[in-house]
């Protein structure tokens, strides 16, 4: 029988999603499992996205431009990047499937296999699936949960930085910490990339996720960055569409969205179903996102004081995307995670989080750190971090 | 200013797109162009389908698993493959961003960068760019236009093979000759895979556009080969619902399904409303398929007719899909094909068809062929070939 390929082999499975099967069979036996451990939200799509699908008249589906539709490029650009400060023209921006297919298009443009990569650690571990998938060396600049993952003085990027060096990669907000990124932050990580003569990939899908009143500064607006800076961005991520996979790349740089349209072209189109939807979403009201900021906050605010309260435990407070990344008194996070899966139920109920150690390049950093994603409604959140909370205190791997 | 890699410069662009530039300009003049050049049928989508997606209820679109909805792929299997004789189960399948992702995971799955994979030339051009994107080496068996491009003696595939051989890609009916293999003949292949221990890939999205009353013949029915074979498939093609993106590859080989999981896992899910048009697809009636063969048999019969009417002009008559190869009479069919959309109008009216070089890796051949997609009515087809015809008969680089 024939062999699969040893790349194949080796390709990372979903560290997220390794815990499963594990979570299939507690539910197979009964038990009912809230789950923290993946970022997809109960919030409602917006009624305008979902009506242009339902009301559609198209009687054939049939490709578009492997750039997308035209109409929904220019609305891109009018309806909403141009409206917050960003300016895009639709020459600048390829639709993709989704934020995912945004990443492997930036990285397989910035870097060669073989070529380095930075980002800063815990990053979000498909980064290191899609460097794995193009050999790319992923290099991580350490950042501390104590002071809320901020970004690290730049001489630990300068301390990475070899001819190799093709890229840095950072997501603001961040996915999964929740770190939003200050304007001076981003300045100087543009700045370094211009030193270096190197692309700043910025992915900022959960944009429109932040919870400050300080606003959003991305990476498209620093000066004299236009050439180095590749956008990353998500419809689907931003209007509560995960599953409609439409997102895009931007960027000013002409020869990268040229070759992003030699990609687009071997994959021949992006979803037409999930393109009538961002056309829709695009008139989505500002009341929407006031409404879903709110009741992020009130989910924030909720459990990281739930987590801050038990004894050991530690969480910054993240400012921005929907996840947080808390320290818990175990040896071993992803150990935990099985026996509260496995073993621990109150009531017949329990708690799913995601181990974070696979979001560290670092041997043995985040093996006490999970990744909380705090999508179910504050009632819920409350009953799922008191089954946490009473987990922790009955393990018997607790350290202190 | 950063440079991009040397692998997006070096990207294939794709070769059937690369005239659009050309007919984008015609079309800005006033000129009308007849569209030959693209599969892009104009045949109206099942209503079945399109009813599902506008009469769906869900108020929030969110990720599904990774390999698509459990009761989309019991249904792929139940509603389709298994009444047409494939015995496939679940969890031998797994949906994919159309064709496209499946023919590149199949492709990852099966080779190492610099690994060998066969196919027959000529053969769908982005077989080659997923080759160029995974650091894999295409080489081509020669097939004849004057037999219909059929299967040569193994004796010529034995001929490619080396221990860097990993697999034989085959399209079936094929794009762009439209020629449908025998029973035997992939039976032939499928000894050859087994006695080499090496994947037989088989790309059969034209399935049901078959023009014989012999059955097609799926490399998933070769005795013997349940661990070999990979099945390429497409819904989106399948129901004239290009845009959706929507296919599948299975295998009887769990090995290649955990590591397509992998893949699928790292870009989270596939369409949800391409998925729900292909649950609604999976109705389509018989009468749906009948009435579309009818049609494209009117179509073909027309155009190859029409064509091997024309003084130096060959073509085989396909018994699949909805392309044709054929010889022309000039120097370079490139250079013909720009002529047609820069200079050659007949009442403001010209065609475009692909030149068929880039469908072949052996140099210099394929020089003089062209692609002609026959996805238009048999009205507008008429006089899309007058015009060829006629462009043909004026052209100064005709060599007979």
Redesign the interface.
């Known amino acids: 029988?024939?062999?699969?390929?040893?790349?194949?082999?080796r390709?990372?499975?979903?560290a997220i999603?390794k815990l499963v099967p594990l979570s299939d069979a507690a539910k197979a036996s009964g038990v009912k499992v809230y789950h923290l451990n993946?970022g997809?939200?109960?919030?409602?799509?917006p009624a305008c996205?979902?009506d242009a699908?339902?009301?559609?008249s198209?009687?054939?589906?049939?490709?578009?431009n492997?750039a997308g539709l035209i109409e929904l490029r220019r609305d891109m650009c009018a309806k909403y990047y141009n409206k917050i400060g960003i300016d895009l023209q639709p020459k600048d921006l390829l639709m993709t499937?989704?934020g995912?297919?945004a990443v492997?298009m930036a990285l397989?443009?910035?870097?060669?296999?073989g070529?380095e990569l930075i980002v800063m650690e815990p990053y979000y571990t498909?980064y290191n699936?899609?460097c794995f998938?193009n050999?790319i060396t992923l290099k991580a600049v350490p950042t501390d949960i104590r002071d809320g993952f901020k970004v690290p003085p730049m001489s630990e990027f300068e301390k990475l930085v070899t001819p190799r060096t093709?890229?840095i990669l950072i997501s603001n907000p961040g996915n999964p910490t929740g770190t939003l990124y200050t304007k001076e932050e981003v300045l100087a990580l543009g700045e370094l990339?211009l030193r270096h003569?190197?692309?700043l990939i910025s992915d900022e899908v959960y944009r429109e996720f932040c919870y400050t009143d300080q606003p959003h500064f991305s990476a498209m607006n620093i000066p004299g960055a236009e050439?180095?800076v590749i956008l990353v961005d998500s419809v689907?991520k931003r209007y509560?569409?995960?599953?409609?996979?439409l997102g895009c790349i931007a960027s000013k740089?002409e020869?990268?969205m040229a070759?992003a349209m030699?990609?687009a072209?071997?994959?021949?189109?992006?979803?037409?179903?999930?393109q009538v939807?961002a056309l829709g979403a695009l008139d989505t009201p500002a009341e929407y996102f006031d409404a879903v900021k709110e009741e992020y906050i009130r989910r924030r605010d909720f459990t990281v004081k739930a987590l801050n309260e038990m004894p050991g435990v530690f969480s910054p407070l993240p400012m921005g995307a929907f996840y947080t990344i808390a320290e818990i008194p175990v040896d071993d996070a992803e150990a935990f995670c099985r026996w509260m899966l496995t073993e621990f139920r109150i009531d017949g109920e329990t708690t799913m989080v995601t181990p974070a150690a696979s979001f560290y390049k670092t041997p043995g950093k985040g093996i006490n750190h999970v990744r909380i994603a705090y999508v179910l409604e504050v009632e819920e959140l409350k009953k799922a971090m008191n089954i946490f909370a009473k987990g922790l205190e009955a393990y018997p791997g607790r350290t202190v």
């Open positions: 029988m024939a062999n699969i390929s040893s790349r194949a082999v390709m990372p499975a979903s999603r993946v997809a939200p109960d919030i409602k799509s996205a979902l699908v339902r009301s559609n198209m009687d054939h589906i049939s490709y578009t492997s499937v989704a995912s297919e492997d397989r443009i910035t870097c060669d296999s070529d498909n699936t899609f998938m050999g093709k890229a990339c003569d190197i692309f050439r180095n689907s509560n569409l995960c599953g409609c996979r740089n020869e990268v070759a030699k990609y072209q071997a994959r021949l189109c992006p979803p037409v179903y999930g939807a």
